[in-house]
């Protein structure tokens, strides 16, 4: 079934031929789907990239922003349904990293779908999460945002668009606080882990660990750069991507 615009969750970025993978991308905390917009059509044209809209930013900032990565989880894995006649890969960066695992259990416990690969980006392994400080000031959450890095950061220098855009970045914050280290449940798909070699918080050992959910296989690959290396080396990247989901049968 085609995307199209029938979905307030995703944003397609449809290729010139039916898809052969669908590749969903779940942006970092403080994220929306706009910054998957250049990996549009850079997949080639048998893969089709479908961005993840959450709630309260964009297209959807009269909304609630959702403080819960089960919730998010919950919600988007239902919204897939219609659109699982394609096999579906899914990427995520950072908070989007544990919502793709959290999605890719939904699938294939409530409707039998496993999703041809998860790719995790900057993200520790479920086992290793740690809690963090949620109830920072707007100063502190601005702060935070700016030490991690990413185009998104530059919003915050305009007092108007902070305004709008901070509710959104303090939802995902808790989400990511309340997200405590559980069992990793494995997954019924390969798995592959990507981090900068110099993220602040995530080193390429805590990546690895995500092996421990992966029976069915696991790769790493280390790219130069910090938290949002995925910017910079976007070119590697996507190389990288194509090239696995390429070898998918």
């Known amino acids: 079934m085609a995307l199209g615009t029938e979905s307030i969750w995703l944003r397609a970025y449809p290729g010139a031929a039916p898809p052969r993978t669908r590749l969903l991308c779940l942006p970092h905390a403080g994220g929306s789907a706009s910054f998957f917009h250049s990996w549009g059509n850079a997949l080639g044209d048998d893969v089709e990239v479908v961005a993840v809209r ?63 690969a998860l790719m995790v ?7 290793l999460l740690t809690p963090r400080t949620a109830a920072l000031t707007d100063d502190g959450l601005i702060d935070e945002v700016r030490r991690l890095g990413g185009t998104d950061s530059a919003l915050l220098a305009e007092p108007e668009l902070r ?52 029976p069915r296989g696991f790769g790493l690959k280390v790219l130069a750069g910090g938290h949002f290396y995925l910017v910079d080396r976007r070119a590697e990247l996507l190389a ?10």
């Open 163 to 214: 305004e709008l855009i901070l509710p959104a970045i303090r939802a995902d914050f808790s989400a990511v606080a309340r997200y405590a280290a559980r069992p990793g449940v494995p997954v019924g798909c390969p798995v592959t882990g990507y981090v900068g070699d110099s993220d602040p918080d995530v080193d390429s050992e805590a990546v690895r660990a995500w092996r421990r959910v992966a």
């Open 240 to 249: 990288d991507i194509r090239a696995r989901l390429a070898r998918n049968p």
């Open 121 to 127: 980006s900057c993200r520790k392994a479920p086992h």
């Open 54 to 116: 959450y709630p309260g930013r964009q297209e959807r900032i009269a909304e609630e922003p959702v403080d819960d990565i089960e919730l998010l989880a919950d919600s988007i894995s239902a919204e897939l349904v219609p659109f699982l006649d394609t096999p579906l890969a899914l990427f995520g960066h950072s908070m989007g990293a544990s919502l793709a695992y959290e999605i890719a259990l939904r699938l294939e416990a409530r409707y039998g779908v496993v999703p041809a």
